[in-house]
C-alpha cells in the first residue's frame, strides 16, 4: 500500500519554529519530486515548496521564501519541511505530495503530484 504520512504538526507561537516530515512507504519515492502543499480553512490548497529527485533543486512559494526549507533524506524515503518565522497566516493543514512521472520539474498544482498525505495541522497562536 502507497502511503505518505505527515508528522511534526502542532500548536505554535508567532515567531516559533516548526519541522514537518513526511514518511513515504510503499513504493520507491527515490525518483520523485517531491512537495508540500497547505490548506487552510476556507481556502483552496496551495503550493508551499517542492523539491526534485535528487534533492539539489527547490521551488518555494513567495510567501515562504527564506522563512521555509525543504529538505530530503532519500535512504530514509523522508521529505522535511523545517518552518521558521511563523506567522498566524501560516495557519493550515499541511500536506506532502509525490510526483511519480517527474524526477525533475518542480510543479505547483495539485494535479501535478500523484500521491498525498492525510497532512498534519499546524497553528499559529498570536
Known amino acids: 500500500q502507497v502511503q505518505l504520512v505527515e508528522s511534526g504538526g502542532g500548536l505554535v507561537q508567532v515567531g516559533g519554529s516548526l519541522r514537518l516530515s513526511c514518511a513515504a512507504s510503499?513504493?520507491?519515492?527515490?525518483?520523485?519530486?517531491m512537495a508540500w502543499f497547505r490548506q487552510a480553512p476556507g481556502k483552496e490548497r496551495e503550493f508551499v515548496a517542492a523539491?526534485?529527485?535528487?534533492?539539489?533543486?527547490?521551488h518555494y512559494a513567495d510567501f515562504v521564501k527564506g522563512r521555509f526549507t525543504i529538505s530530503r533524506d532519500k535512504a530514509k524515503s523522508t521529505v522535511d519541511l523545517q518552518m521558521n518565522s511563523l506567522t498566524p497566516e501560516d495557519t493550515a493543514v499541511y500536506y506532502c505530495?509525490?510526483?511519480?512521472?517527474?524526477?525533475?520539474?518542480?510543479?505547483?498544482?495539485?494535479?501535478?503530484?500523484?500521491?498525498w498525505g492525510q497532512g498534519t495541522q499546524v497553528t499559529v497562536s498570536s
Open positions: 510503499g513504493r520507491t519515492f527515490s525518483n520523485d519530486a
Open positions: 523539491i526534485n529527485w535528487s534533492g539539489d533543486n527547490t
Open positions: 505530495a509525490s510526483d511519480a512521472r517527474r524526477r525533475v520539474w518542480l510543479g505547483v498544482r495539485r494535479d501535478e503530484y500523484d500521491y
